[in-house]
């Protein structure tokens, strides 16, 4: 993969003083940057998960934003660069005219956010398989529905295979936010979306469950196969 990124779990810097003993003081500007930016970004994905769980007729309506809102919450921030390669045509065994930035995989959180500059590179996998790309645009925001959230809506929502191509002349940056609940949180189908017809899809567990089990695989796995009480079919 062609990508350095930079980690940052939210919940661990709540106040300004604590963010003062991460960064150096000359960094005071970068340090409110990532607070504010942090803070609206969470703002924004509550009120997203919000309009899903209308969507799927779920009460109350906070049922999915709350998972995410507390202090507690297992989420991070991380910021992406993906360093140009001019020599993508003579550099790749296949043939292709292709340079992996970041390897195909599905996010584990709940939801995740993403916001690059102007330079395209993420591609998402379809349900037959192909792959598309998605247009660049500075100004809009991304949303990837993660794994837990496919096991919460009981396979309603679909966590979103993607991938990132390197460019051959200018840098890609990215900056998501994986919106994730506390660890000892317990996920599971949610029971409003269960009755006779429509059974449990997937067995109960922590996010600290699933978390480690997923680090622990292979980035391109169904993470999810091991937790599955039958097979799911993602293309449906």
Same mark, same amino acid.
């Given at each position: 993969?062609?990508?350095?990124?930079?980690?940052?779990? =939210?919940?661990?810097?709540?106040?300004?003083?604590?963010?003062?003993?991460?960064?150096?003081?000359?960094?005071?500007?970068?340090?409110?940057?990532?607070? /504010?930016?942090?803070?609206? =970004?969470?703002?924004? @994905? &509550?009120?997203?998960? *919000?309009?899903?769980?209308?969507?799927?007729?779920?009460?109350?309506?906070?049922?999915?934003?709350?998972?995410?809102?507390?202090?507690?919450?297992?989420?991070?921030?991380?910021?992406?660069?993906?360093?140009?390669?001019?020599?993508?045509?003579?550099?790749? @065994?296949?043939?292709?005219?292709? =340079?992996?930035?970041?390897?195909?995989?599905?996010?584990?959180?709940?939801?995740?956010?993403?916001?690059?500059?102007?330079? &395209?590179?993420?591609?998402?996998?379809?349900?037959?398989?192909?792959?598309?790309?998605?247009?660049?645009?500075?100004?809009?925001?991304?949303?990837?529905?993660?794994?837990?959230?496919? =096991?919460? @809506?009981?396979?309603?929502?679909?966590?979103?295979?993607?991938?990132?191509?390197?460019?051959?002349?200018?840098?890609?940056?990215?900056?998501?936010?994986?919106?994730?609940?506390?660890?000892?949180?317990?996920?599971?189908?949610? @029971?409003?979306?269960?009755?006779? /017809?429509?059974?449990?899809?997937?067995? *109960?567990?922590?996010?600290? *469950?699933?978390?480690?089990?997923?680090?622990?695989?292979?980035?391109?796995?169904?993470?999810?196969?091991?937790?599955?009480?039958?097979?799911?079919?993602?293309?449906?």
């Amino acid at each position: 993969m062609l990508c350095d990124s930079i980690f940052f779990t =939210v919940s661990r810097f709540k106040t300004h003083s604590q963010l003062f003993f991460f960064f150096h003081t000359r960094l005071s500007f970068w340090r409110n940057a990532l607070l /504010e930016y942090t803070k609206s =970004v969470r703002k924004m @994905t &509550c009120d997203v998960l *919000e309009m899903m769980t209308d969507g799927l007729g779920i009460k109350p309506r906070n049922t999915l934003s709350k998972l995410v809102s507390g202090e507690n919450t297992d989420s991070i921030f991380r910021l992406n660069h993906y360093p140009p390669c001019p020599l993508i045509n003579n550099n790749n @065994t296949n043939g292709s005219n292709i =340079v992996i930035g970041f390897g195909e995989h599905t996010d584990p959180q709940i939801i995740s956010v993403l916001r690059s500059n102007n330079t &395209c590179g993420l591609q998402i996998n379809l349900s037959d398989g192909s792959w598309i790309s998605v247009p660049s645009d500075p100004s809009s925001f991304f949303f990837n529905v993660s794994d837990s959230l496919q =096991v919460l @809506t009981n396979g309603r929502f679909k966590s979103v295979k993607h991938t990132v191509l390197s460019n051959s002349r200018k840098s890609r940056v990215s900056m998501i936010y994986f919106a994730g609940p506390s660890l000892t949180q317990r996920i599971a189908p949610l @029971t409003c979306l269960i009755d006779s /017809e429509d059974e449990s899809l997937y067995e *109960e567990f922590t996010w600290s *469950e699933y978390k480690n089990s997923a680090y622990n695989s292979r980035l391109s796995d169904n993470r999810l196969q091991p937790f599955e009480k039958k097979a799911v079919s993602l293309s449906e």
